[in-house]
């Protein structure tokens, strides 16, 4: 049997990244993935933040991942649709927009407030009675199908083999994983690296080995091509959902069995595709269930109730409810490099908004991995929490 470098476990944008970046250096590469449309990257926005440091370690990264994003067209061959567009981030009627600005202000570069009437001149869809303003910036964006292609063809043409199969294991004898199981075969390697978002605490748990990845339930409207236009990357200007990944309850809230650990939070927002295509989201439930734990036809009532005060014309368009896990870790920062205790494991999840992070992180991880010590890499591993 065939012992590989490296599996790895996952093609989310992460896995598809990563196991990319280990062919490039000629390592050799299984990459396994289920095949499951279910998936973060699937339901994504594919938005990039790149502006949005608050640090030195997320300010160099996040402008390392602009950088990245330009590079990859011609490299990997593949077109994945990046631009630049405006971002709104609205304001509602009556809310504090000086306390939203504050929200910002530890940003390097914090979006600007403009009144309601400038921000419907930018985007002509909004509802200008419905709100105070917006803050805006320009932002950049892909699309996240388009990106996790054009990796594993390029990925595929460096010599990568790719496994459409669920791991349903790891293979572990005494401090050691050694390989990863499917239900046909067992696949040997020097390194596995679970990558498979969510879902890799499961592969974990089962091994014994429990991290500090958390999860979000995120439920979204995806539409059919609309027979209008869409312009800008719509949001909510407050950080519901991030303040309360950060306020991350006691862990043990994490343990207890088909358990709500916080509040659903819901956001109204909206990303128009080139196909025309629209993803309007977002419900994010904290909940240790891995199945939904909400009722479909509720959910997409209150994301279209919600979407339809700045945004009306979208509240009846033709869509599906979707369902998908998004994972967190409390300080923001990825979850990667080898799990302590184990030899021969290693992790690369832990993405809450990969499209800036993951291109920078998964080149410089594979180098480091490939003998090129990096301190930024070694401010994102796992070892952080031990
Ligand atoms: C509505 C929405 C909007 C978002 N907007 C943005 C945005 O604008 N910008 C941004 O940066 N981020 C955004 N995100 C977050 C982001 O897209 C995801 O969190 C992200 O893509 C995670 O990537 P991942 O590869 O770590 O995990 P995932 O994309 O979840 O991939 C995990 C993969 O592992 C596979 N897998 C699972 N279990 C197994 C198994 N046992 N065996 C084999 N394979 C397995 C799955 O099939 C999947 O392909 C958004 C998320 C949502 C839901």
């Not at 199908?145 to 669920?166: D, E, K, M, P």
């Not at 358990?259 to 989201?281: N, S």
């Not at 290693?346 to 301190?375: C, I, K, M, W």
Request: charged fraction near 20%; glycine fraction near 8%; proline fraction near 7%.
């Amino acid at each position: 049997m065939q012992t590989y470098d490296n599996i790895v476990i996952g093609n989310g944008l992460a896995g598809a990244a990563l196991s990319y970046e280990l062919a490039k250096v000629k390592q050799s590469v299984l990459l396994i993935d289920e095949g499951s449309p279910d998936s973060g990257t699937r339901y994504s926005y594919g938005g990039i933040g790149y502006w949005a440091g608050t640090t030195e370690l997320t300010e160099t990264i996040f402008r390392a991942g602009i950088v990245r994003h330009r590079e990859l067209p011609d490299e990997l061959g593949a077109d994945t649709q990046l631009r630049e567009l405006d971002l709104l981030l609205t304001v509602a009627k009556g809310a504090d927009i000086a306390a939203v600005k504050a929200s910002y202000a530890a940003m390097r570069t914090p979006p600007q407030f403009i009144d309601a009437k400038t921000a419907g001149e930018i985007e002509p869809q909004l509802n200008t009675e419905a709100i105070e303003g917006a803050f805006t910036t320009r932002h950049a964006h892909v699309d996240p199908i388009l990106l996790v292609a054009g990796y594993n063809a390029a990925f595929r043409q460096l010599g990568g083999h790719h496994n459409l199969s669920a791991a349903t294991g790891l293979v572990r004898i005494g401090d050691t994983v050694t390989g990863v199981t499917t239900e046909a075969q067992a696949y040997a390697a020097k390194r596995v690296i679970v990558s498979a978002g969510a879902y890799s605490l499961q592969l974990l748990s089962a091994v014994g080995v429990q991290v500090p990845l958390y999860f979000t339930h995120a439920e979204i409207v995806e539409t059919a091509p609309l027979d209008f236009e869409v312009r800008s990357l719509i949001m909510p200007a407050n950080n519901a959902r991030t303040d309360s990944e950060s306020a991350s309850p006691d862990p043990s809230e994490w343990q207890k069995p088909n358990h709500q650990v916080m509040p659903p939070v819901l956001e109204a927002g909206v990303i128009q595709f080139r196909d025309k295509t629209a993803r309007i989201g977002q419900i994010s439930r904290f909940h240790t269930a891995f199945v939904p734990p909400a009722d479909a036809s509720e959910s997409e009532k209150a994301i279209r109730d919600a979407i339809a005060r700045p945004l009306p014309k979208l509240k009846n368009v033709p869509g599906i409810w979707r369902h998908c896990l998004v994972t967190f870790t409390q300080d923001n920062l990825p979850l990667l490099g080898p799990v302590p205790g184990i030899d021969g494991l290693h992790l690369f999840s832990g993405f809450t908004g990969p499209f800036a992070l993951v291109p920078p992180v998964a080149q410089r991880y594979a180098q480091q991995l490939n003998h090129s010590p990096d301190e930024l890499i070694e401010q994102m591993t796992v070892s952080r929490f031990s």
